[in-house]
């Protein structure tokens, strides 16, 4: 038995009573994500361990010369590389929710897109993706008219691009209504609301801290398609590409940790395909 069904073993059977073993999701494939470019200090560290990586445009971190060396260093490692978009907060690192309208938000992403694309052009790179930053992934995907202005930027500036996106969210929705390829995401390093949201970073029980217990959790994801939310409830979750927060307490022992159960369990680690 592996280290991770030991740990599981322990905390949802304590009793050690028999029980049939769910099947390991021997040949799946899913990507393993991280937020880079934004100073937290061990990107290339994660860059041995993702596969996507996605890399801020100056709106809430980084700037152009922070966006050509993480392409730059993306490329050493073969990881593919993707925009990571934001409202133009820098005071709040992108996280603060502000009153922006949809036409606003079209301009935001379809900026970030053209400076990120024509700095990943000049290096040779293709960008992959897309993958929202902060307070705007969390708008987008619950406010069908602020994803509809993120799906048309994308259409119109890179329809190739895919779209990370929650299931069952307004972006994902936007997405599908615009034909763009998405691959749906879910989060190892952070909790759930029973509606499928993620807990606000407000509150104390936001972040996971155990690599252990993120693994466990993500196994799960993949086996079950489901995740138990901070209320007792479990969540439908369809993961394609798995996000490790850059900036998170811990952020490379998350990774280290999470790929290395997911490769015993005979999980393949690659990015996703446009």
Known sequence: MKLIDRLAARLVNPLGLARPRRSAPVGSVVDLNADLGESAGHDDELLQLVTSANIACGFHAG??????????????????????????????????????????VFDAVTYQLGVFRAIAEALGVRPNHVKLHGALYNMAARDQKIADAVARAIKIAEPALILFA???????????????????????????????????????????HDPAEVAMRVLRMLREGKVRSIDGVDVDVRPET????????????FARVLRSQLENEGVTIAPPKS
């Open 242 to 253: 798995i996000c490790v927060h850059g900036d998170t307490p811990g952020a490379v022992e």
């Open 63 to 104: 700037d152009a010369d922070t966006i050509h060396r993480s392409i730059e260093a993306a490329r050493e490692h073969a990881v593919a590389v993707g925009a990571h978009p934001s409202l133009f907060d820098r005071e709040n690192f992108g996280r603060k929710e502000l009153p922006v309208t949809p036409d606003e």
């Open 166 to 208: 929650p299931d069952n969210s307004a972006l994902w929705r936007a997405g599908e209504v615009k034909g763009l390829k998405i691959a749906l995401e879910v989060f190892a390093d952070r909790n759930y609301l029973s509606d499928g949201a993620l807990v606000p970073r407000s509150q104390p029980d936001a972040l996971l």
